[in-house]
């Protein structure tokens, strides 16, 4: 992941912060469940008994989640939003 952010100009997001970001959003601004999240964010059940029996990859969901948090990211910023723009170099 940091080599596709350093492609793309955006070296100063880190992995940590990306990944945090989209946990906080999708916890916070949707209603997927938890599961599907954490599967997209490749993290492993810590509940051994429920990993165990957990055996789908959940795809089609997490496509849906996907292509929310894609539209998320490209929507425009309200200009009234306390938000700071990520400039790239140059």
């Not at 912060?17 to 964010?41: I, L, Y």
């Not at 969901?61 to 140059?90: E, F, H, Q």
């Amino acid at each position: 992941m940091s080599m596709l952010l350093r492609r793309v100009g955006r070296d100063a997001i880190t992995v940590h912060g990306f990944r945090s970001m989209f946990r906080d959003w999708a916890g916070k601004s949707t209603s997927f469940p938890r599961e599907v999240v954490e599967h997209a964010m490749a993290h492993q059940l810590a509940d051994k008994a429920e990993a165990a029996y957990q055996r789908s990859t959940l795809l089609p969901k997490r496509i849906k989640l996907m292509a929310a948090w894609a539209a998320y990211c490209s929507s425009p910023v309200a200009d009234d939003a306390n938000v700071a723009r990520i400039r790239a170099k140059g």
